[in-house]
């Protein structure tokens, strides 16, 4: 599975964004899909997943009620919605695929099998 970010930019505080993950190769069925991000000179950390079966998600606490994820009805694109963003939201988004991840392990990123290249987001005040 080929994963490919896109949505980033450059927006202001309190600005919405959306970044979209698009599947290569395979659709993205049967995957579990997650978000995270590294912002400069910080850990990579989990900001949200969405399961295969069900569509169950989760989401850092830190964001709940801010971010949303969600996956089209074609399985081959999941999206994260980003709404009222803050400057520490600035971070390189990546996206994650993994086939078999329980859902006590959907925020560890060794779950995954696959990434993306990450795409930026800049929120500037």
């Known amino acids: 599975v080929q994963l490919q970010a896109s949505g980033g930019g450059l927006v202001q505080t309190g600005d919405s964004l959306r970044l979209s993950c698009v599947a290569s190769?395979?659709?993205?069925?049967?995957?579990?899909v997650g978000w995270f991000r590294q912002a400069p000179g910080k850990e990579r950390e989990f900001v949200a997943g969405i399961r295969s079966s069900g569509g169950t998600t989760t989401y850092a606490d830190s964001l709940k009620g801010r971010f949303t994820i969600s996956r089209d009805s074609t399985q081959n694109t999941v999206y994260l919605q980003m709404n009222s963003l803050k400057d520490e939201d600035t971070a390189v988004y990546y996206c994650?695929?993994?086939?078999?991840?329980?859902?006590?392990?959907?925020?560890?990123?060794?779950?995954?099998?696959?990434w993306g290249q990450g795409t930026l987001v800049t929120v500037s005040s």
């Open positions: 994650a695929a993994g086939s078999r991840i329980v859902l006590s392990q959907i925020g560890v990123s060794s779950s995954y099998d696959y």
């Open positions: 190769g395979r659709t993205l069925r049967g995957y579990t």
